[in-house]
């Protein structure tokens, strides 16, 4: 199952076999230009987030239209993109055990060997303490921001006075350059309303700007805060505190992201990925496909269908099951093919090894592209 | 991240990075052992479900223990176990499309000529005619289980009078032996009381006698039920009807079937499929560890903490947030190791590429085995 199908180039999306995961390489191109038009418009860099496709090949063609680089969230992550070619990686998350920051340290050296950069991100002092035993000697080998929480009770220093002490530690070494502040609030995203989520980042710029004034107080400075995602970029671009957005499923976007009362300050994106599935088994008032969770991940909700008046009504392992809206709705026969549109994107695609990239729709198209997921599994 | 970490073999578990896939085999070979002892006491055939570890190794492990061969739900589950030595293998699932009933017909042929056995489920006329046809001539080329929806609403014929007729159609073609009658209730393994499966496992005992009295009264015999799984076999072992039972999980078990009240006819059995990961990130009230649902599934609920007194209280892809059970209780300090217990061992262990086998327990083993996820992704 590891062989790539490129015998697939070039026939018609018939004979791509079921479960796959395809691109609509129309809409993921119309998506990659209007939010690259977007931030240069506002002025902010795009840095999107390549945990959520895990491809090399995809990273370098949102640099070549204009993002700065791409985070991820695990160091083997950050490996498998470099070794890809990618040279502009922030590890947006933190790492703690020597060992892997031993790792951290010689992928700064390299790529910066090459004329790229690594950042990363921290939020105790002893992960500070760790990253600098790590790098050595020598100057502004890595980039470091500081996570702060805004909101979403995982990760980051707690208060914006928690900022400082870590600035300070950072500048105190070397190898470490103080880059900025991390500011993700994740769950953010998907706060259905306008409102609900313009409040939330209220919350997210106050706490940004206090720390702001913290460290600047002290005769530091945290040159850029870093942050954003596909639900709430907009805000964030127009806040006046942002430099970069790391907004990643606006490329693909997700069943989730359409569940969203769309905010007319974003541009809006269309569904780019795709689960090909088949009707395996067919019941007076259901049917069955043969893609299930191992095909598509549920902790988003269940995925949607495309162009046909069916919705999940369950989701075991490797099934799907599908009912209609109403009750005089068709169902569709054995054998035809569904399109599911997946809840999450990010992990969606960490179950696949191979992107099955179609040119001219899915339905009338043929495979241009089979894009390998070069990070799948790379966990840590 | 492809590489099988072979460095790891004969270290200590404090070598493994984190997040990792680890198995305590002393606990797994207990679990294997109880399970081949219950299904000789009660002389009914042990086809585990290879969906669950899709690893070759496993498969004959358990075949040597006694089981008659593995279940798996996929063409390309089947072509890699069989491609790792397993011999006797039945795709417990529906396969429609022909190019794949190609693949079917020739896994069948490949098997029987080493001496071994391919065997499948329909529950459509067409499934019987496209099979029969990708089948060609030959006679007995595969075994065909008629799957039977027991209550679970997902696959098989609806009804048990729909049974007969397939029974006719496969008996009328020299390549398929009919072989008996597919049963799994695979949402009664979940139900929280005893007295709950027992009540459902009634209705899947009345469907199937009466499936089989029809088709007996028309002079055709289904020789086989196949079916149960970790949560109610003992109460298919004990059916008399039931053949056969094709539990998986028992070989790991996951913090799903440990919230099921447990029954006192079945074995029990320990968890021997855990998540090492590192407290990357102390807040007053809580700590995240490095392991999200990209390292294991939450379809069936949260992971539980092994040995510590904490709950998962939130999950993303690459984060848990872990809060203990009370407001005195200690919370781990950065960079502390936390045993996660995965809520459904089967999606967990396809997220994984290896699984780390350690002998002598989790806090002082040492690693032993390096098994690998033979069928991971293998979607088809």
């Known amino acids: 199952m590891n062989a790539a199908p490129e015998h697939l180039l070039g026939q018609s999306v018939a004979a791509i076999d ?37 491809c090399g090949a995809l990273a370098k063609m949102q640099m070549a239209a204009g993002a700065v680089g791409v985070c991820v969230q695990k160091t083997s ?20 055990a020597p060992h892997k920051l031993q790792r951290v340290a010689a992928l700064a050296r390299s790529l910066q060997a090459r004329g790229g950069r690594l950042a990363i991100a921290v939020d105790s002092a002893i992960g500070v303490a760790n990253l600098a035993q790590a790098l050595g000697k020598g100057v502004d080998l890595i980039d470091v921001f500081i996570e702060l929480d805004v909101g979403q009770g995982r990760c ?18 070397p190898a470490l350059r103080l880059a900025g502040l991390q500011a993700y609030q994740g769950s953010a995203q998907h706060l259905r309303t306008v409102a609900a989520r313009h409040a939330a980042l209220q919350v997210v710029i106050a706490r940004v700007q206090q720390a702001q004034q913290l460290v600047s107080s002290a005769g530091l400075s945290l040159p850029l805060v870093t942050g954003a995602g596909s639900g709430t970029f907009g805000l964030e671009a127009s806040s006046g505190v942002f430099g970069e ?9 997700d ?7 769309p905010d007319p300050s974003q541009p ?20 069955v496909v043969d893609a299930g969770h191992k095909s598509h991940a549920i902790d988003s909700g269940l995925p949607t269908v495309r162009s046909m008046s069916l919705h ?19 169902l569709p026969e054995l054998g035809q093919t569904v399109w599911l549109i997946p809840g999450h994107c990010d992990p969606t695609v960490n179950l ?29």
Not at 20 to 46: E, F, K, P, S
Not at 78 to 86: H, K, P, Q, R, T
Not at 87 to 96: C, F, G, K, R, T
Not at 270 to 281: D, N, P, T
Request: some cysteine; proline content about 4%; aromatic content about 6%.
């Open 255 to 261: 069943a989730d992201y359409a569940r969203n009362d």
């Open 352 to 380: 696949h090894n191979w992107m099955i990239g179609v040119r001219g729709g899915l339905d009338q198209g043929q495979v241009e592209q089979v894009l390998r997921v070069d990070a799948r599994g790379a966990l840590q």
């Open 156 to 173: 980051g220093v707690a208060e914006p006075e928690d900022v400082l002490p870590l600035a300070q530690a950072i500048a105190a070494h």
């Open 245 to 253: 957005l790391q907004a990643g499923s606006y490329l693909f976007m």
């Open 268 to 287: 809006s994106f269309e569904h780019a990925l795709f689960i090909k599935s088949q009707v395996m088994s067919v019941s007076a008032a259901h049917v």
């Open 77 to 96: 992550e950050a490996e498998a993109l470099a070794a890809d070619g990618v040279s502009d990686i922030y590890i947006s998350n933190e790492v703690i």
């Open 18 to 54: 079921t479960p796959a995961l395809v691109l609509d390489l129309d809409a993921m191109a119309r998506n990659l230009t209007h939010m690259a038009a977007y931030a240069q418009h506002h002025g902010v860099r795009l840095r999107p987030h390549a945990k959520m496709h895990k």
């Open 312 to 330: 999940a009504s369950g989701c075991s392992d490797e099934h799907t099951t599908l009912r209609p809206h109403g009750p005089d709705q068709p």
